[in-house]
T-cell receptor, first 113, second 113 residues
């Protein structure tokens, strides 16, 4: 069974700092790895999707990497802003006919102005 | 981007009653939708895969007679929690896949008293 772990559980940084969120998964037979953002009271927003054949994806200040062999993914946020404060979740999609995701518990990020 | 709407956002019900949660894909058709449940401080866990026009596929440990899923159209899936108990109190969220990207509803916070 796929297990997805995220560390740290919570992170506080001053505005402008670069930061890295970590995600590890136990089963490397994944279809893709996604990073989501969850704001309080709102649904999840998909940030980046990395296909199993890819090493990284970039969107604006966000860069996500994927190393299937070591079962790790990182989300790099450059020049953090208070608006980045949210819970960040990674999810591994399993490599079967059904599309479904195994989520980590998330990292709660607080960017201090 | 694609929108998935979930209703209600929160509900409080008495123990022993049934609660229906709706999940709609507003601007795309989804032959498959997914229902997740998240207990406090735990990751989102897949409950079942909802297939339009056929029976849902339940994950191990999820009681299909308790969590009734109906996917009667390409844009609507419903989850009914029957004979709800306090231990069913949780955050329920649905998702649908569009071109490989998962889109989520805003979630439903169920509290059974």
């Amino acid at each position: 069974k796929q297990e997805v772990t995220q560390i740290p559980a919570a992170l506080s940084v001053p505005e402008g700092e670069n930061l890295v969120l970590n995600c590890s998964f136990t089963d490397s037979a994944i279809y893709n790895l996604q990073w989501f953002r969850q704001d309080p009271g709102k649904g999840l927003t998909s940030l980046l999707l990395i296909q199993s054949s890819q090493r990284e994806q970039t969107s604006g200040r966000l860069n996500a990497s994927l190393d299937k062999s070591s079962g790790r993914s990182t989300l790099y946020i450059a020049a953090s802003q208070p608006g980045d404060s949210a819970t960040y979740l990674c999810a591994a999609e399993r490599q079967t006919g059904a599309n479904n995701l195994f989520f980590g518990t998330g990292t709660r990020l607080t960017v201090i102005p | 981007g694609a929108v998935v709407s979930q209703h209600p956002s929160w509900v409080i019900c008495k123990s022993g009653t049934s609660v229906k949660i709706e999940c709609r894909s507003l601007d795309f058709q989804a032959t498959t939708m997914f229902w997740y449940r998240q207990f406090p401080k735990q990751s989102l866990m897949l409950m079942a895969t909802s297939n339009e026009g056929s029976k849902a596929t339940y994950e191990q440990g999820v009681e299909k007679d308790k969590f009734l899923i109906n996917h009667a159209s390409l844009t609507l899936s419903t989850l009914t929690v029957t004979s709800a108990h306090p231990e069913d109190s949780s955050f329920y969220i649905c998702s649908a896949i569009l071109q490989g990207t998962a889109f989520f509803g805003q979630g439903t916070r169920l509290t059974v008293v």
